[in-house]
């Protein structure tokens, strides 16, 4: 008789899940970002941020902060977590978290290449690049002139290899080109992602295909957006939307006829997930960007993964919550430094 999984999952997983599950209950309140919000400089935010789980972080250094060093920090001590629940994971779980790896990967190679095409250096890139999304080859990637070559002579050997099956072209990589290049990843990226996700089942099947049929949605959305002031024409910006998302496909081919931000809108109007991220602000509310409604949905998603047990998710919405953390405490670092204290509450709370 084959035991379900939620009854083995403990065996392998259990103390990672629980340690994981621990280290959320250590972001950020909302009564820590209001103290954050009332320091006048980066050594009174230090003092606030010694008091959390960041204590150690911030008071082994005795260099003068900056918003750049506290941006650096945050992203170590996320990549030092990370790394040590990956090298702790045995299989299923470690495959699971070598794809939560694979998005900042594409990320850096993306940006590799863009910055090449800028003429910047490699050692004026690599420290931009994510560090959860380092990898050998990363320094060679600028040499590439076309996406097939960017294959065949970089990243054939790399677990990104796997994704470039739609994005090879022998098309010379310019700006455009490059950010093409990184929409086709990602579609690939988050289909394979999906289908694994579906094909663990149980709780991970629950938490993660909805978050990935989000991201995949947005990506859509986003897309749409961005090229109406390109060249794309609506096969080939369809030819970029992901297909695991609740927008495919009807949603989807009314995204690639889209000519302007009011059908874009008439399409989100038609899924009441998306309806409320693209309604217009009451007169007199704060007013949110695009991004950050999307962002707060994501936030939302991610925080109602940790409401099941057994399963993997929680994983994913730790590294994704860590990293609007990391946005807000940075916003946050500006507003103070440039003295924008009107600016500073428009960050996104994670725990409510």
């Known amino acids: 008789m084959a035991v379900p999984s939620e009854l083995s999952f403990n065996v392998d997983h259990g103390y990672l899940e629980a340690l994981v599950r621990g280290m959320k209950a250590g972001l950020l309140t909302v009564n820590d970002y209001h103290n954050l919000a009332q320091c006048d400089s980066l050594d009174d935010m230090r003092l606030h941020l010694q008091t959390t789980d960041f204590g150690k972080l911030f008071s082994a250094t005795e260099e003068d902060l900056t918003v750049s060093l506290v941006d650096t920090k945050l992203r170590e001590n996320l990549v030092t977590e990370f790394r040590c629940l990956r090298s702790s994971s045995l299989p299923p779980l470690s495959h699971f978290l070598d794809y939560v790896v694979y998005s900042y990967m594409i990320d850096n190679v993306v940006m ?65 080109e490059a950010e093409i290049l990184r929409n086709k990843l990602l579609k690939s990226y988050l289909e394979s992602f999906h289908s694994f996700c579906r094909g663990a089942g149980g709780g991970t099947e629950d938490t993660m295909c909805p978050i990935l049929e989000f991201e995949a949605d947005r990506r859509a959305f986003i897309i749409t957006i961005n090229s109406f002031e390109t060249d794309l024409s609506p096969a080939e ?73 057994f399963h993997f998710g929680v994983f994913y919405a730790y590294v994704k919550l860590k990293e609007k953390e990391i946005r807000n405490i940075v916003w946050i670092a500006e507003c103070v430094t440039q003295r924008q204290k009107a600016k500073i509450h428009k960050y996104i709370p994670i725990l409510q």
């Open 112 to 176: 590799l290449v863009t910055g090449a095409l800028k003429k910047k250096t490699v050692e004026d890139l690599l420290p931009r690049c994510h560090p959860l999304g380092a990898f050998d080859q990363m320094a060679a990637v600028g040499i590439a002139l076309t996406p097939t070559e960017l294959y065949s002579n970089v990243l054939a050997d790399t677990p990104l290899a796997q994704f470039f099956q739609e994005a090879l072209s022998d098309s010379n990589l310019d700006e455009m």
């Open 237 to 309: 910006r369809q030819s970029l939307f992901p297909t695991c998302g609740r927008l495919h496909p009807e949603g989807l081919l009314l995204l690639a006829k889209a000519e302007g931000p009011e059908q874009v809108k008439a399409v989100a109007d038609c899924y009441p997930e998306y309806k409320m991220i693209f309604e217009e602000p009451e007169p007199g509310s704060d007013c949110q960007t695009l991004e950050d409604r999307f962002f707060e949905q994501e936030v939302k998603l991610n925080s109602m993964a940790f409401l099941q047990q």
